[in-house]
């Protein structure tokens, strides 16, 4: 019987055990939400998709809204609702409950924080 060498032993067995776990890892990163931006500057040129939202509370004091809202595409966020911080208390000055809105956001520091909305008629 012909004597086999340690190493080429240690290198089919590292291959037989190896090969099962990377296949189970194929694909996984799509499991898992875009990271927040690190470069998310508030009133950056970069030009986001609008989302619609129906207004469910408006905290005037903390500046925040809880959104009713759709897809929002560039936080790869499914419809649902959220609370949102407002980069511009100012724009809420004019909303109440129930109006329809259109709206960009994004992830700054960690915060979903609403950047522009438009009352919807």
Known sequence: MPHIGTLPCALVLGLALGTPALAQHDGHAQHHSSPPSATAVPGATTELPWAEAEIRRIDLAAGKLSL?????????????????????????ADLKTGDRIRFTADQIQGTYTVLKLEKLP
């Open 68 to 92: 009713r809202h759709g897809e929002i595409k560039n936080l790869d966020m499914p419809p649902m609702t959220m609370v949102f911080t407002v980069q511009d208390r100012t724009s809420l």
